[in-house]
């Protein structure tokens, strides 16, 4: 995670998301994003974390905040995701790996001795003027969602 750390500007990006079209960094200033990066589309840690961001969007939203997800899945199979599960959170697709090289989450990973290039799973929140607030790197899914919440809610002066 050494390519980003709290305090400075958040690299932008224009990036093909789920549903068509396009998404920017730049596309929310003045809102707090929530950036969180996950290796795959339709594995069980993945889901399971977009499943929660997706049922806490409306007190994200509430907070101020907008959330984005990114993977280095193509926008077809984000599609099918989020169609599957219902999700409401952004999917941004990185192919190229540019974005996900930029932030520093593209890392060599190990499996049972194996070792293989994957996304480390990360969330970042980004304050209103483009400077990020928190890095939770090396996520652990459970509660995480909800974690960031209060730190979104916090970071717009709500109760946390």
């Known amino acids: 995670m050494a390519n980003v750390t709290e305090g ?64 280095p899945d193509s926008v077809k199979r984000h599609d099918k995701f989020a169609k599957k599960y219902d999700l409401s959170v952004i999917l ?23 070792k293989y290039m994957g996304v480390e799973r990360t969330t970042l929140l980004i304050g209103p003027d483009g400077v990020i607030r928190r890095i939770w790197p090396k996520v652990k899914v459970a509660g995480h969602a909800e974690e960031v919440l209060a730190a979104a809610k916090s970071l717009a002066g709500g109760p946390a």
Do not use: Q
């Not at 789920?18 to 998404?23: Q, Y």
């Not at 920017?24 to 961001?53: H, Q, R, W």
């Not at 969007?57 to 907008?66: I, R, Y």
């Not at 190229?96 to 001795?113: A, C, I, Q, R």
């Open 92 to 114: 941004a697709s990185n192919e190229d790996l540019t974005v996900l090289n930029s932030y520093g989450v593209w890392v060599e990973k190990s499996m049972y001795g194996h």
């Open 8 to 71: 400075m500007i958040a690299p932008d990006f224009t990036l093909p998301r789920d549903g068509g079209g396009i998404v920017s960094l730049s596309d929310f200033k003045g809102k707090s994003v929530v950036l969180f990066f996950y290796p795959k589309d339709n594995t069980s840690s993945c889901t399971t974390e977009s499943i929660a961001f997706s049922g806490l969007l409306s007190e994200f939203s509430t907070a101020g905040a907008v959330v984005l997800g990114m993977s």
